[in-house]
């Protein structure tokens, strides 16, 4: 399969991002709604790690790379998440003294309480499980066939990873250019690494190829836990674990039929 066919297949798979990311700011999605969208779509992620991801990564590089990598992922996500998380407070203390200092309101008073700290979470959970997986889906479409059933899942699985990252981003205030340009640079990053890839990993020990497909696992079940779940059961409650299990349900039944 061509590179071109491999970044487009990667495009597909991780620029649903901007799909959900689209309808999270032109829209004003009720607060129910995204809960109940991040709760199915976490139910898509599990069942695209567990189904697709480890499944894989196991197959080709047996059990110690697989929990190399997915120990690797977890705790990529929870470091970057914290940091990522320090900086926003940092930030978010300076705006307030800055304001305070010139007689104004208080900025997060002003915006409801809402901060961008669970956006930059989920788009962290983006970044770190997105490049991985865009890098299985370089290395599938390398073989010669169009990847369908991994694009399909992953891409169902980015729409409300997207939409759940933009409505609290757009709530603190974020421009609309500010939120599609880092969504449009993870997908962007995704593609590269899918091509870069492909290329470069097609010969690879299947045990490095392990390590990093379970890499992109480790990364999302984190994100999951950390970001989405605690989020939607805010909301949604008991019917959390309802809409989760419709998603992953839907994500075996997509992935049967590929």
Known sequence: MSIWMTALAAALGIGTLLIGAAIGWFWNVPKLAVAGVMAFGAGVMLATLALELVVEA???????????????????????NWYIGRL?????????????????????????????????AIA???LLDGVPAAIVIGLSAATGNFPVAIVAAIGLSNV?????GTVPLKKSGRSGKWIFALWGGITLIAVVAAVVGSVALHNAPPELLAVIISLAAGALLAMVCNAMIPEAFEQEHAMTGLLATAGFLVAFVLNELT
């Open 160 to 164: 409300p990873e997207g939409l759940a």
């Open 124 to 126: 962290v959970g983006a």
């Open 58 to 80: 196991a197959d080709g590089g047996g059990a110690w790379p697989v929990v190399l990598g997915f120990a690797g992922g977890a705790v990529l996500y929870v470091l970057g």
């Open 88 to 120: 926003s407070q940092k930030r978010a203390a300076a705006r307030v003294k800055a304001e305070a200092a010139r007689g104004s309101r208080n900025v997060i008073a002003r915006r409801g309480g809402e901060t961008s700290g669970n956006g930059v």
